[in-house]
């Protein structure tokens, strides 16, 4: 029988409880505690390593920023001893590339075959007012936030991988393993065609057993600290509609309602008729006159109009977030349905472009986030609880996730991502690497 989502998120929310209320904790194995001491021990590294980072920015376009930062990281890789190379992207896609690190094949390679997700670049282009890099303190003077550009979206994550690998790497836990890590240059603003942008993360998740991506931690409604085992895809909505120019003394009645009042009957139809649980639209940019024209590449675009005369042209750009397939193909075949109930005068039309595709609640999701929370909790962090999937944007795990069991959410804590405010908690740095060193280090024992 094929769960829901809300049922297999129930699933989730009861073995975390179940965790929780656990009277024997398993001990760490001698190597395990080997490997949190590691991870404490290299605290003030792994900060300055990610004050360098944020310092440099690396907004989706600024191709040389974004390089630079992969360049940062890809050091400490081949200082780990793994196989790094620069995937370079299409001249004509206007996207800097991707880092891959890989350990070398050996024979005698054991456990799942793990691949590690992140990304290098952020939102933040060059010249924004956004503190690059300001330490918080609190009361007693320590320092326990960084407001920065990108420091918990998704440097904070980077580096919680480089930690992670770093301690196994000391306690001789990576010999024999098979781990892989793609970190992304164009995750906030993903190169299309997606078949060419994502094709090598696709081409390693064939050859990987489990994916984990280290996008920032959230806490739930529970205030427990959640992983993510599911995400809404991401697709786009166009809206074009057309009408009788006139003189506006005939608005209703012979020069008809205009493009601007058929552009506001259908959008409120939407909001009020194509409700499901899970489901979002958002018309982000709207421009209506009689004169309009949109720069699809810069997202901005110009209209013309006058009071006196009735709007011939309205054009809307918005997003469409749905859960599953099944949900999308119905809400764009009720949209269709509304944009086809023309007022007198004005004709319309939309179409639907798909991008990121739904992460599915799966149970090998679920299995593997059971397997993070009890780590988490053998470290003495506590369980790890799950989110809705309507609660996260999108994330690069979902071109993986119909092909391997994945699990995202396992980088720093934070706020404001995407904002002038974006913050992390320094010691979220500690906790995520802990917690992933030995999901890590459990996977790459399992056959």
Do not use: C
Not at 4 to 14: D, N, P, Q, R, S
């Amino acid at each position: 029988m094929r769960r829901t989502v809300k049922a297999m998120l129930g699933l989730a929310a009861a073995t975390a409880v179940k965790l929780a209320a656990a009277q024997q904790v398993q001990q760490l194995s001698p190597v395990e505690q080997q490997i949190v001491a590691e991870i404490h021990a290299h605290a003030p590294q792994a900060l300055e390593l990610l004050r360098q980072s944020v310092l440099i920015n690396s907004g989706t376009m600024n191709h040389a920023g974004v390089r630079a930062v992969g360049k940062l990281f890809r050091d400490q890789f081949d200082a780990l001893g793994f196989q790094t190379s620069w995937i370079e992207l299409p001249p004509e896609m206007q996207r800097a590339g991707h880092l891959l690190a890989e350990l070398p094949n050996k024979p005698a390679s054991q456990g799942k075959r793990l691949m590690l997700l992140g990304h290098l670049d952020t939102v933040f282009e060059p010249g924004n007012t956004t503190p690059a890099w300001e330490p918080q303190a609190g009361p007693d003077g320590t320092v326990t936030h960084i407001k920065g550009q990108g420091v918990s979206d998704m440097k904070g994550g980077d580096v919680i991988i480089v930690e992670a690998l770093r301690a196994l790497k000391q306690v001789g836990a990576l010999d024999g393993t098979r781990i892989a890590v793609m970190l992304t240059g164009d995750e906030e603003e993903a190169g299309n065609p997606k078949t060419i942008s994502r094709g090598d993360m696709l081409n390693l998740a064939k050859r990987s057993d489990v994916a984990l991506s280290f996008e920032g931690s959230i806490t739930n409604k529970d205030g427990m600290a959640a992983a993510t085992v599911g995400r809404r895809s991401t697709a786009f909505f166009e809206l074009e509609v057309k009408a009788r120019q006139a003189h506006s003394m005939g608005v209703f009645g012979p020069g008809g309602y205009g493009a601007v009042y058929e552009a506001a009957r259908i959008l409120d139809a939407f909001r009020q008729q194509v409700v499901e649980p899970g489901l979002t639209f958002n018309p982000g940019v709207i421009l209506g006159g009689t004169e309009v024209s949109y720069d699809e590449a810069n997202s901005r675009g110009s209209a013309f109009g006058k009071t006196n005369v009735i709007a011939n042209t309205v054009t809307v750009k918005g997003d469409l977030r749905y859960l599953d397939y099944p949900q999308r193909d119905r809400a764009q075949a009720r949209m269709r349905e509304i944009v086809a109930q023309s007022l007198p005068g004005a004709s319309a039309s939309i179409n639907f472009r798909d991008s990121y595709p739904p992460m599915a609640v799966t149970p090998g999701n679920l299995k593997v986030l059971e397997q993070y929370s009890r780590a988490s909790q053998d470290a003495g962090l506590g369980p790890i609880g799950t989110v809705p999937p309507e609660s996260r944007g999108a994330g690069d795990i979902q071109f993986v996730a119909p092909f391997i069991d994945s699990l995202d959410g396992l980088g720093a804590s934070g706020g404001g991502a995407h904002s002038p405010n974006e913050s992390l908690e320094v010691a979220s740095i500690e906790r995520s690497a802990i917690r992933a060193a030995l999901l890590i280090y459990r996977l790459t024992r399992q056959d």
